[in-house]
């Protein structure tokens, strides 16, 4: 397998690692403020972000690669309002589709078609992230500081559930 290919799938896993880890830690946050509807859909998002670094790690072992496991960042732990926490959401995912993006430039380049096709799945999920996070962006605009708003928002966001596919 291409080294820079490598090198630069071996750096997600860890990104991958660290996105979980921000959102433990987002879920301690609202935890913290008595929201446990945000809480679990940062809950849920941690366990997503643990199954992007897996697959990750399951897709470099197939292709015989061992993997070094680094350090994993120290995440933020305190946001000034609920808004915070969701553009923090929304400019974190934005950062990973870049670093995705550029992945999927290096497989090109390598002409490695495994990796590029593999990559596929991510740059979809991407949109996806994305969308979750700037849909709650304007929900969290049009509620203002309206309290009933917040906490009808909050009992939404407590339905949200993740299941690892069962082929993984
Ligand atoms: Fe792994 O998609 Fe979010 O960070």
Request: aromatic share 10%.
């Amino acid at each position: 397998m291409n080294q820079k290919v490598v090198e630069a799938l071996t750096a997600q896993v860890n990104k991958e690692f660290y996105s979980a880890y921000l959102y433990l830690a987002m879920n301690q946050h609202f935890e913290g403020e008595g929201m446990p509807g945000m809480a679990n859909w940062m809950y849920q998002q941690f366990q997503e972000e643990q199954f992007h670094a897996k697959k990750m790690l399951k897709y470099l072992n197939s292709r015989g690669q061992k993997v070094i496991l680094e350090a994993i960042e120290k995440p933020l732990i305190e946001w000034p309002s609920t808004m915070a926490v969701f553009e923090n959401v929304l400019e974190h995912e934005e950062s990973i589709t870049a670093s995705i993006n550029a992945i999927q430039g290096i497989a090109v380049d390598e002409k490695d078609f495994a990796t590029m096709n593999f990559l596929q799945w991510f740059i979809d999920e991407q949109i996806e992230e994305e969308e979750n996070a700037s849909n709650l962006i304007k929900q969290l605009e049009l509620i203002g500081d309206n309290g009933y708003g917040l906490l009808m928002l909050d009992k939404e966001l407590a339905q949200r559930t993740f299941a690892e596919p069962a082929a993984e």
